[in-house]
Every structure is written in structure tokens, then in C-alpha cells.
């Protein structure tokens, strides 16, 4: 079954930086194109970055260009999310995805709060 496990988030301040991860199983992790989602409050879920199954990344929304980026290590099954010169605006539940099958997956959220 496909299976994630999510990690890295916490608290950190403005401008500073954090990098997720999400160990992946379950599925044969280098054939497939990898995403990061996050959620804030009270709004909808919005995607973040996609990484294709050999590592090209592209990060979609504008305010998040030029701050972070996702990489994969197919040997390792991970995908990981660099967040740099975070903004409290960053502060939601972050989570990695992967289509299989024409079935979305979603790993459990990792919590990143941003505040000083």
C-alpha cells in the first residue's frame, strides 16, 4: 500500500528556513512524479511545487518562487521541501502527494508555524 511519512516541520522565525521530507513505500517511487501541497486556516489546500519522477522541480505559486524548492533522492524513497527566508504567510500543514493508478495519495502533514 502506498504510504508516507512526513517530517521536519516545527517552528521557526521569520526569514529563517526549514526543510521537510517525505518517506515514501508502497509504490515504485522513481517512476512518478512527486508534489508538495500545504494548507493554511480556513483556506484551501494549494499546490506548492511538483517534481518530476528524475528531479526537474517547478515551484507554482509566486509568492513562494526563489524560496523553495522540492529535490527528490530516488535511492532513498524521498522527496524533501526547502523552505528558505520563510514568511509568517508560510505558516500551514504541509503535505506530499503522489497520483498512482489515477488515485491521489497524501502523506499524514507536517505543522510549520512561522512567528517570532
Known amino acids: 500500500q502506498v504510504q508516507f511519512v512526513e517530517s521536519g516541520g516545527g517552528s521557526v522565525q521569520p526569514g529563517g528556513s526549514l526543510r521537510l521530507s517525505c518517506a515514501a513505500s508502497g509504490f515504485t517511487f522513481s517512476r512518478y512524479a512527486m508534489s508538495w501541497y500545504r494548507q493554511a486556516p480556513g483556506k484551501e489546500r494549494e499546490l506548492v511545487a511538483v517534481?518530476?519522477?528524475?528531479?526537474?522541480?517547478?515551484t507554482y505559486t509566486n509568492s513562494m518562487k526563489g524560496r523553495f524548492t522540492a529535490s527528490r533522492d530516488n535511492a532513498r524513497n524521498t522527496v524533501y521541501l526547502q523552505m528558505n527566508s520563510v514568511k509568517p504567510e508560510d505558516t500551514a500543514v504541509y503535505y506530499c502527494s503522489v497520483v498512482v493508478l489515477g488515485r491521489r495519495y497524501w502523506g499524514q502533514g507536517t505543522q510549520v508555524t512561522v512567528s517570532s
Open positions: 517534481i518530476t519522477n528524475v528531479g526537474d522541480s517547478t
